[in-house]
């Protein structure tokens, strides 16, 4: 069974970069696309981008201008990089395995880590 | 982007009744595959989350339940109307559902319905 768990800083300051990775355990990540999803204290879920470990990424028109999803095959891992954080980007963080079916346009997301809050203040 | 839009945002229910969720797209999350017009797929998922925990995965193709999700869970609906049953609500149901499309990119999730026991 795929197991993710989600790492790094829990406060990070105003105007700077927010840097996560998940470790992934029971699966490889080059067996699967890769995803970061988000959730504001007390709001909804927000896709930041998804990874493939070929490097086929594609970010949230949202965010994209400060998002940065990265992929080490040799530690089974994955890495999101956000910057010039303000308090809009404090949210729970998860890393999660998307999945797809043949005849999908996209991707669901079954297997989710277990989220890291970050907080962004000063 | 397409929006996702659930109703009710609370539903109060008693444990053993029928639970309904709804949740409409604003434009069409399904396609019809190339290699016949009878055949379609649903690009909608549904999420239950309890407090303090992830999300986790109830239904994908509006209608085929994950792994180990137990049958009173169903989904149904095509298009930009979709449902969530669960037909025997038990205590450990009570929790936020969350519907996400992924015809799309940006893939969107609906607010939420919170189920509660009344």
């Known amino acids: 069974q795929v197991q993710l768990h989600e790492s790094g800083p829990g406060l990070v300051r105003p105007s700077e970069t927010l840097s996560l990775t998940c470790t992934v355990s029971?699966?490889?990540?080059?067996?699967?696309?890769w995803s970061w999803i988000r959730q504001p204290p007390g709001k909804g879920l927000e896709c930041i981008g998804y990874?493939?470990?070929?490097?086929?990424?594609n970010y949230n028109p949202s965010l994209k201008s400060r998002v940065t999803l990265s992929t080490d095959t040799s530690k089974n891992q994955f890495s999101l990089r956000l910057t010039s954080v303000t308090a809009a980007d404090t949210a729970v963080y998860y890393c999660?395995?998307?999945?797809?079916?043949?005849?999908?346009?996209?991707?669901?997301?079954?297997?989710w880590g277990r989220g890291t809050l970050v907080t962004v203040s000063s | 982007e397409i929006v996702m839009t659930q109703s009710p945002a609370t539903l109060s229910v008693s444990p053993g009744e029928r639970a309904t969720l709804s949740c409409r797209a604003s434009?069409?999350?399904?396609?019809?595959l190339a290699w016949s017009s009878q055949s379609v797929y649903n690009n909608l998922a549904w999420y239950q989350q309890?407090?303090?925990?992830?999300?986790?995965?109830?239904?994908?193709?509006?209608?085929t339940r994950a792994t180990g999700i137990p049958p009173r869970f169903s989904g149904s609906g095509s298009g930009t109307e979709f449902t969530l049953t669960i037909s025997s609500l038990q205590s450990e149901d009570f929790a936020v559902y969350y519907c996400?499309?992924?015809?799309?990119?940006?893939?969107?999730f609906g607010q939420g319905t919170k189920l509660e026991i009344k």
């Open positions: 999660v395995r998307a999945l797809s079916a043949y005849g999908a346009r996209g991707r669901w997301f079954d297997s």
């Open positions: 029971g699966d490889s990540i080059t067996d699967s696309y």
């Open positions: 990874i493939y470990y070929s490097g086929t990424t």
């Open positions: 434009q069409s999350v399904t396609n019809i």
């Open positions: 309890k407090p303090g925990q992830a999300p986790s995965l109830l239904i994908y193709d509006a209608s």
């Open positions: 996400q499309q992924y015809y799309d990119w940006p893939y969107t």
